[in-house]
Protein backbone atom coordinates (compact mmCIF):
# COMPACT_ATOMS: atom_id res chain seq x y z
CA UNK A 1 0.00 0.00 0.00
CA UNK A 2 1.18 3.11 -0.85
CA UNK A 3 1.80 6.05 1.76
CA UNK A 4 -1.16 8.35 0.65
CA UNK A 5 -3.62 5.56 0.43
CA UNK A 6 -2.51 4.39 4.37
CA UNK A 7 -2.93 7.83 5.46
CA UNK A 8 -6.02 8.98 3.46
CA UNK A 9 -7.73 5.38 4.87
CA UNK A 10 -6.56 5.49 8.17
CA UNK A 11 -7.38 9.74 8.24
CA UNK A 12 -11.08 7.62 7.97
CA UNK A 13 -11.34 5.21 10.58
CA UNK A 14 -9.08 6.81 13.19
CA UNK A 15 -10.70 9.34 15.97
CA UNK A 16 -8.82 12.68 16.02
CA UNK A 17 -7.29 12.39 18.47
CA UNK A 18 -3.18 13.45 16.97
CA UNK A 19 -2.06 15.36 14.64
CA UNK A 20 -0.12 13.06 12.88
CA UNK A 21 2.65 13.89 10.72
CA UNK A 22 2.36 12.56 6.95
CA UNK A 23 4.69 9.47 7.38
CA UNK A 24 3.74 5.96 7.40
CA UNK A 25 6.35 4.00 9.30
CA UNK A 26 7.10 0.18 8.31
CA UNK A 27 10.35 -1.54 10.06
CA UNK A 28 13.34 -0.66 12.51
CA UNK A 29 16.66 -1.34 13.08
CA UNK A 30 19.00 -0.74 16.20
CA UNK A 31 18.27 3.52 16.41
CA UNK A 32 16.81 3.82 12.91
CA UNK A 33 13.36 4.22 11.33
CA UNK A 34 12.40 3.14 8.24
CA UNK A 35 8.76 4.33 6.36
CA UNK A 36 7.21 2.36 3.27
CA UNK A 37 8.91 4.39 1.22
CA UNK A 38 12.50 3.23 2.00
CA UNK A 39 13.43 6.60 4.15
CA UNK A 40 15.48 6.27 6.66
CA UNK A 41 14.95 8.38 10.46
CA UNK A 42 17.26 8.71 13.05
CA UNK A 43 14.88 7.99 16.15
CA UNK A 44 15.13 10.84 18.69
CA UNK A 45 12.17 9.74 20.51
CA UNK A 46 12.43 6.21 20.89
CA UNK A 47 7.87 5.71 20.29
CA UNK A 48 8.13 8.69 22.79
CA UNK A 49 10.70 6.82 25.72
CA UNK A 50 9.59 3.06 24.99
CA UNK A 51 11.81 1.56 22.63
CA UNK A 52 15.12 1.73 25.07
CA UNK A 53 17.13 -1.13 23.41
CA UNK A 54 16.88 -0.11 20.18
CA UNK A 55 14.83 -1.74 17.58
CA UNK A 56 15.19 -5.53 16.26
CA UNK A 57 17.15 -6.58 19.42
CA UNK A 58 17.31 -9.99 18.49
CA UNK A 59 17.57 -11.35 22.03
CA UNK A 60 14.61 -9.54 22.95
CA UNK A 61 12.97 -10.93 19.51
CA UNK A 62 13.71 -13.83 20.55
CA UNK A 63 12.69 -14.25 23.88
CA UNK A 64 9.46 -13.03 22.53
CA UNK A 65 8.81 -15.05 20.11
CA UNK A 66 9.49 -18.66 22.47
CA UNK A 67 6.77 -17.25 25.06
CA UNK A 68 4.31 -16.42 22.01
CA UNK A 69 4.78 -20.04 21.20
CA UNK A 70 4.72 -21.32 24.74
CA UNK A 71 1.44 -19.06 26.15
CA UNK A 72 0.45 -15.89 26.05
CA UNK A 73 -2.35 -15.47 28.53
CA UNK A 74 -3.48 -17.42 31.46
CA UNK A 75 -5.35 -15.16 33.85
CA UNK A 76 -3.82 -13.77 37.50
CA UNK A 77 -6.00 -16.50 39.07
CA UNK A 78 -2.44 -18.93 38.24
CA UNK A 79 1.11 -18.38 38.81
CA UNK A 80 3.35 -17.93 35.94
CA UNK A 81 7.04 -18.04 35.14
CA UNK A 82 7.53 -14.68 33.43
CA UNK A 83 5.84 -12.82 35.93
CA UNK A 84 7.74 -13.73 38.85
CA UNK A 85 10.82 -13.04 36.74
CA UNK A 86 9.65 -9.59 35.67
CA UNK A 87 8.69 -8.71 39.66
CA UNK A 88 11.42 -9.92 40.91
CA UNK A 89 13.49 -7.69 37.99
CA UNK A 90 11.62 -4.71 38.90
CA UNK A 91 11.89 -5.18 42.65
CA UNK A 92 16.16 -5.78 42.72
CA UNK A 93 16.10 -2.55 40.44
CA UNK A 94 13.84 -0.50 42.12
CA UNK A 95 14.61 -1.15 45.88
CA UNK A 96 10.31 -1.80 46.08
CA UNK A 97 9.24 -4.88 47.90
CA UNK A 98 5.93 -5.48 45.75
CA UNK A 99 4.54 -5.39 42.64
CA UNK A 100 1.45 -5.05 40.40
CA UNK A 101 1.61 -4.67 36.64
CA UNK A 102 -1.17 -2.94 34.09
CA UNK A 103 -1.25 -2.97 30.62
CA UNK A 104 -0.17 0.90 30.46
CA UNK A 105 1.16 4.24 32.25
CA UNK A 106 -2.39 5.58 33.31
CA UNK A 107 -3.27 2.28 34.64
CA UNK A 108 0.03 1.69 36.98
CA UNK A 109 -1.29 5.68 38.00
CA UNK A 110 -4.70 4.59 38.95
CA UNK A 111 -3.38 1.87 41.33
CA UNK A 112 -1.14 3.94 42.84
CA UNK A 113 -3.84 6.23 43.92
CA UNK A 114 -6.27 3.48 45.10
CA UNK A 115 -3.33 2.25 46.95
CA UNK A 116 -2.88 5.22 48.43
CA UNK A 117 -6.23 5.82 49.25
CA UNK A 118 -6.32 2.50 50.81
CA UNK A 119 -3.48 2.97 52.99
CA UNK A 120 -5.12 6.09 54.61
CA UNK A 121 -8.91 4.17 54.96
CA UNK A 122 -6.72 1.69 56.63
CA UNK A 123 -4.85 4.00 58.83
CA UNK A 124 -7.87 6.52 59.61
CA UNK A 125 -10.84 4.84 59.18
CA UNK A 126 -12.06 7.90 57.10
CA UNK A 127 -12.52 7.54 52.67
CA UNK A 128 -12.20 11.83 53.07
CA UNK A 129 -8.63 12.19 51.98
CA UNK A 130 -6.49 14.27 50.11
CA UNK A 131 -4.17 14.54 46.88
CA UNK A 132 -1.05 16.99 46.70
CA UNK A 133 0.11 16.77 42.45
CA UNK A 134 1.88 19.49 40.92
CA UNK A 135 1.04 21.90 38.11
CA UNK A 136 2.51 21.01 34.93
CA UNK A 137 2.77 17.29 35.93
CA UNK A 138 1.37 15.09 33.41
CA UNK A 139 0.39 11.06 34.61
CA UNK A 140 -1.69 10.38 31.98
CA UNK A 141 -5.15 9.97 30.38
CA UNK A 142 -7.84 7.90 32.39
CA UNK A 143 -9.95 9.53 34.71
CA UNK A 144 -8.17 9.20 37.68
CA UNK A 145 -4.59 9.95 36.21
CA UNK A 146 -6.22 13.02 34.89
CA UNK A 147 -7.36 14.15 37.76
CA UNK A 148 -3.91 14.60 39.23
CA UNK A 149 -1.86 16.01 35.82
CA UNK A 150 -1.29 19.76 36.17
CA UNK A 151 -2.76 20.67 32.52
CA UNK A 152 -5.95 22.56 32.64
CA UNK A 153 -6.11 21.88 28.91
CA UNK A 154 -6.26 17.89 29.29
CA UNK A 155 -8.71 18.33 32.01
CA UNK A 156 -11.77 20.60 31.54
CA UNK A 157 -13.68 18.87 29.07
CA UNK A 158 -13.90 15.90 31.49
CA UNK A 159 -14.89 17.22 34.50
CA UNK A 160 -15.85 16.13 37.04
CA UNK A 161 -12.67 14.02 37.68
CA UNK A 162 -11.80 12.53 41.22
CA UNK A 163 -11.97 14.55 44.24
CA UNK A 164 -9.65 16.11 46.10
CA UNK A 165 -6.65 16.58 44.80
CA UNK A 166 -4.37 20.25 45.11
CA UNK A 167 -2.26 21.38 43.16
CA UNK A 168 1.17 22.82 43.95
CA UNK A 169 3.83 24.18 42.31
CA UNK A 170 6.73 22.05 41.47
CA UNK A 171 10.19 22.68 42.82
CA UNK A 172 8.50 24.81 45.38
CA UNK A 173 8.79 23.21 48.86
CA UNK A 174 7.57 26.05 51.02
CA UNK A 175 3.90 25.58 48.41
CA UNK A 176 3.59 22.29 48.66
CA UNK A 177 4.12 22.23 52.61
CA UNK A 178 1.17 25.23 52.71
CA UNK A 179 -1.09 23.04 51.35
CA UNK A 180 -0.67 19.77 53.63
CA UNK A 181 -3.48 18.67 56.09
CA UNK A 182 -4.89 15.83 58.32
CA UNK A 183 -6.57 14.73 55.30
CA UNK A 184 -3.54 14.40 52.88
CA UNK A 185 -3.33 10.99 51.83
CA UNK A 186 -0.73 11.29 49.37
CA UNK A 187 1.89 13.80 47.74
CA UNK A 188 2.35 12.27 43.85
CA UNK A 189 4.82 14.10 40.96
CA UNK A 190 7.35 12.61 38.30
CA UNK A 191 10.93 12.90 39.73
CA UNK A 192 11.94 14.41 35.93
CA UNK A 193 8.79 15.72 34.80
CA UNK A 194 8.28 14.81 30.65
CA UNK A 195 5.55 16.25 29.14
CA UNK A 196 5.15 19.13 30.86
CA UNK A 197 8.93 20.75 29.66
CA UNK A 198 11.84 18.37 31.04
CA UNK A 199 12.02 19.76 34.36
CA UNK A 200 13.77 17.82 36.99
CA UNK A 201 13.14 18.40 40.44
CA UNK A 202 15.98 19.95 42.42
CA UNK A 203 17.80 17.80 45.62
CA UNK A 204 16.46 20.45 48.17
CA UNK A 205 12.88 19.80 46.53
CA UNK A 206 12.68 16.21 46.49
CA UNK A 207 14.51 15.47 49.17
CA UNK A 208 12.36 18.59 51.44
CA UNK A 209 8.99 16.52 50.20
CA UNK A 210 10.31 13.20 50.75
CA UNK A 211 10.92 13.88 54.71
CA UNK A 212 8.06 15.88 55.48
CA UNK A 213 6.04 12.48 53.76
CA UNK A 214 7.89 10.26 55.92
CA UNK A 215 7.67 12.47 59.26
CA UNK A 216 3.71 12.85 58.47
CA UNK A 217 3.52 9.46 57.34
CA UNK A 218 1.79 10.68 53.81
CA UNK A 219 2.73 8.27 50.83
CA UNK A 220 5.31 9.43 48.63
CA UNK A 221 4.10 8.59 44.78
CA UNK A 222 6.76 9.10 42.45
CA UNK A 223 5.76 8.90 38.73
CA UNK A 224 8.98 7.05 37.05
CA UNK A 225 6.74 6.29 33.60
CA UNK A 226 9.16 8.57 31.62
CA UNK A 227 12.32 9.10 33.88
CA UNK A 228 12.52 5.79 34.95
CA UNK A 229 13.78 2.75 33.55
CA UNK A 230 17.57 3.52 33.20
CA UNK A 231 17.01 7.20 31.46
CA UNK A 232 18.93 9.64 33.33
CA UNK A 233 21.70 6.77 34.15
CA UNK A 234 20.65 4.96 37.25
CA UNK A 235 17.70 2.37 36.69
CA UNK A 236 15.07 5.08 38.39
CA UNK A 237 15.09 8.34 38.84
CA UNK A 238 14.62 9.07 42.28
CA UNK A 239 17.84 6.78 42.91
CA UNK A 240 19.27 10.08 41.57
CA UNK A 241 18.37 11.86 45.19
CA UNK A 242 18.54 10.27 48.91
CA UNK A 243 15.46 9.44 48.94
CA UNK A 244 12.74 6.59 49.51
CA UNK A 245 9.51 6.66 47.83
CA UNK A 246 6.47 4.66 48.98
CA UNK A 247 5.18 3.95 45.36
CA UNK A 248 6.42 4.48 42.09
CA UNK A 249 5.01 3.81 39.20
CA UNK A 250 6.74 2.48 35.77
CA UNK A 251 5.86 1.48 31.96
CA UNK A 252 7.24 3.09 28.95
CA UNK A 253 10.93 1.34 28.68
CA UNK A 254 9.53 -1.55 31.31
CA UNK A 255 8.84 -3.57 28.42
CA UNK A 256 10.08 -1.79 25.68
CA UNK A 257 7.68 -2.32 23.34
CA UNK A 258 4.80 -4.21 24.84
CA UNK A 259 2.07 -2.44 26.17
CA UNK A 260 2.79 -3.39 29.98
CA UNK A 261 3.21 -1.24 33.03
CA UNK A 262 3.57 -1.63 36.54
CA UNK A 263 2.83 -0.12 40.01
CA UNK A 264 5.48 -1.05 42.83
CA UNK A 265 5.43 -0.44 46.58
CA UNK A 266 7.13 -0.73 50.24
CA UNK A 267 5.62 -3.56 52.08
CA UNK A 268 4.08 -1.16 54.74
CA UNK A 269 2.13 0.61 51.75
CA UNK A 270 1.94 -2.51 49.62
CA UNK A 271 0.47 -4.08 52.58
CA UNK A 272 -3.08 -1.86 52.60
CA UNK A 273 -4.14 -4.52 49.47
CA UNK A 274 -6.19 -7.31 50.32
CA UNK A 275 -7.77 -9.67 47.91
CA UNK A 276 -10.17 -8.29 45.93
CA UNK A 277 -9.17 -4.46 45.92
CA UNK A 278 -7.87 -4.37 42.80
CA UNK A 279 -7.37 -7.12 39.73
CA UNK A 280 -6.85 -6.79 35.85
CA UNK A 281 -7.21 -9.52 33.27
CA UNK A 282 -4.72 -8.44 31.32
CA UNK A 283 -2.24 -6.95 33.18
CA UNK A 284 1.49 -8.53 33.03
CA UNK A 285 0.23 -11.69 31.53
CA UNK A 286 3.11 -13.79 30.21
CA UNK A 287 3.69 -12.50 27.08
CA UNK A 288 4.77 -9.02 28.28
CA UNK A 289 5.97 -9.88 31.25
CA UNK A 290 8.59 -12.41 29.08
CA UNK A 291 9.80 -9.26 27.75
CA UNK A 292 9.92 -7.24 30.81
CA UNK A 293 12.50 -10.01 32.43
CA UNK A 294 14.28 -10.41 29.03
CA UNK A 295 14.53 -6.07 29.02
CA UNK A 296 16.00 -6.47 33.24
CA UNK A 297 18.57 -8.80 31.70
CA UNK A 298 19.40 -6.78 28.67
CA UNK A 299 20.47 -3.54 30.60
CA UNK A 300 22.77 -5.59 32.51
CA UNK A 301 24.24 -7.53 29.57
CA UNK A 302 24.36 -4.52 27.15
CA UNK A 303 25.40 -2.40 29.70
CA UNK A 304 22.60 0.18 29.29
CA UNK A 305 23.12 2.32 32.43
CA UNK A 306 26.69 3.08 31.54
CA UNK A 307 25.94 4.48 28.01
CA UNK A 308 23.48 6.35 29.43
CA UNK A 309 26.10 7.71 31.57
CA UNK A 310 28.64 8.03 29.00
CA UNK A 311 26.98 9.53 26.05
CA UNK A 312 24.03 10.99 27.83
CA UNK A 313 26.88 13.43 29.21
CA UNK A 314 28.45 13.49 25.75
CA UNK A 315 24.61 14.70 24.59
CA UNK A 316 24.60 17.45 27.60
CA UNK A 317 27.80 19.10 25.81
CA UNK A 318 26.64 19.21 22.31
CA UNK A 319 23.31 20.67 23.22
CA UNK A 320 24.49 23.00 25.52
CA UNK A 321 27.18 24.08 22.73
CA UNK A 322 24.43 24.62 20.61
CA UNK A 323 22.38 26.46 23.54
CA UNK A 324 25.16 28.93 23.68
CA UNK A 325 25.65 29.67 20.08
CA UNK A 326 21.98 29.43 19.13
CA UNK A 327 19.88 32.48 20.40
CA UNK A 328 16.53 31.27 19.82
CA UNK A 329 17.19 28.75 22.73
CA UNK A 330 16.35 29.95 26.25
CA UNK A 331 17.14 27.08 28.48
CA UNK A 332 18.62 23.84 28.46
CA UNK A 333 17.65 20.98 30.96
CA UNK A 334 17.73 17.64 32.26
CA UNK A 335 20.25 15.18 31.93
CA UNK A 336 21.05 11.79 30.74
CA UNK A 337 19.19 10.76 27.45
CA UNK A 338 15.98 12.97 29.07
CA UNK A 339 17.00 16.58 27.76
CA UNK A 340 15.15 19.24 26.48
CA UNK A 341 16.11 22.32 24.94
CA UNK A 342 13.41 25.11 25.22
CA UNK A 343 13.20 27.75 22.19
CA UNK A 344 11.62 31.32 22.26
CA UNK A 345 9.00 30.44 19.63
CA UNK A 346 6.99 27.17 19.72
CA UNK A 347 9.11 24.12 17.73
CA UNK A 348 6.24 22.15 15.57
CA UNK A 349 8.10 23.48 13.20
CA UNK A 350 11.22 22.29 14.34
CA UNK A 351 10.01 18.81 14.52
CA UNK A 352 8.25 18.69 10.99
CA UNK A 353 11.77 19.99 9.51
CA UNK A 354 13.61 17.40 11.22
CA UNK A 355 11.51 14.69 9.87
CA UNK A 356 12.29 16.05 6.48
CA UNK A 357 15.39 15.51 7.41
CA UNK A 358 15.36 12.19 8.44
CA UNK A 359 15.16 12.84 12.20
CA UNK A 360 12.81 12.50 14.66
CA UNK A 361 11.75 14.95 17.53
CA UNK A 362 9.08 15.41 19.36
CA UNK A 363 8.10 18.35 21.80
CA UNK A 364 7.12 18.74 25.55
CA UNK A 365 5.14 21.20 25.96
CA UNK A 366 4.55 24.22 22.95
CA UNK A 367 7.92 25.45 23.45
CA UNK A 368 10.57 22.75 24.07
CA UNK A 369 11.88 19.67 21.46
CA UNK A 370 12.73 16.58 24.21
CA UNK A 371 15.60 14.46 23.36
CA UNK A 372 14.44 11.09 24.37
CA UNK A 373 16.88 8.41 22.78
CA UNK A 374 16.69 4.98 22.96
CA UNK A 375 19.50 3.81 25.62
CA UNK A 376 21.65 2.38 23.32
CA UNK A 377 22.20 5.52 21.30
CA UNK A 378 26.28 6.60 20.53
CA UNK A 379 27.83 9.52 20.07
CA UNK A 380 28.72 8.58 16.23
CA UNK A 381 24.61 9.27 15.96
CA UNK A 382 24.82 12.19 18.29
CA UNK A 383 26.99 13.86 16.26
CA UNK A 384 24.85 13.19 13.06
CA UNK A 385 21.46 14.16 15.08
CA UNK A 386 23.50 17.45 16.10
CA UNK A 387 24.23 18.36 12.29
CA UNK A 388 20.86 17.64 10.67
CA UNK A 389 19.22 19.72 14.03
CA UNK A 390 21.40 22.79 13.29
CA UNK A 391 19.49 22.90 9.80
CA UNK A 392 16.21 22.91 10.76
CA UNK A 393 17.03 25.87 12.72
C1 LIG B 1 3.53 8.56 29.29
C2 LIG B 1 3.32 8.90 30.70
C3 LIG B 1 2.18 8.44 31.41
C4 LIG B 1 1.05 7.69 30.75
O1 LIG B 1 1.45 6.47 30.21
P1 LIG B 1 0.51 5.75 29.11
O2 LIG B 1 1.18 4.42 28.88
O3 LIG B 1 0.48 6.63 27.90
O4 LIG B 1 -0.84 5.60 29.72
C5 LIG B 1 2.11 8.73 32.76
N1 LIG B 1 3.07 9.42 33.38
C6 LIG B 1 4.17 9.88 32.74
C7 LIG B 1 5.21 10.63 33.49
C8 LIG B 1 4.32 9.65 31.37
O5 LIG B 1 5.39 10.14 30.72
Redesign the pocket.
Given at each position: MNSTECRTRAENVLMHTYGRYPVVLDRGEGVYLYDTDGKKYLDFSAG??VFALGYKNEAYNDALKAQIDKLLHTSNYYYNEPTLLAAEGLVKASGMDRVFFT???????EGAIKLARKYYYKKTGSADSQIIAMEH??????MG?LSVTGKKAYREAFEPLIGGVVFAEFNDLEDVKSKINDKTAAIIM?TL???GGIYPATKEFIEGVAAICKEKDIVLIL?????GMGRTGKMFCYQNYDIQPDII?S??ALGCGV?V?AFAATEKVAAAFEPGDHGTTYGGNPFVTAAVAKVFELFEEQKVLENVKENGAYLYEKLEEFAKETPSVVDHRGFGFMQGLEFDHPVKDIAAKALENGLILIAAGTHTIRFLPPLVMQKEQIDEMMEILKKCI
Open positions: IGNSGTEAVSFHGRSAEQGEDEIQCTAKPG
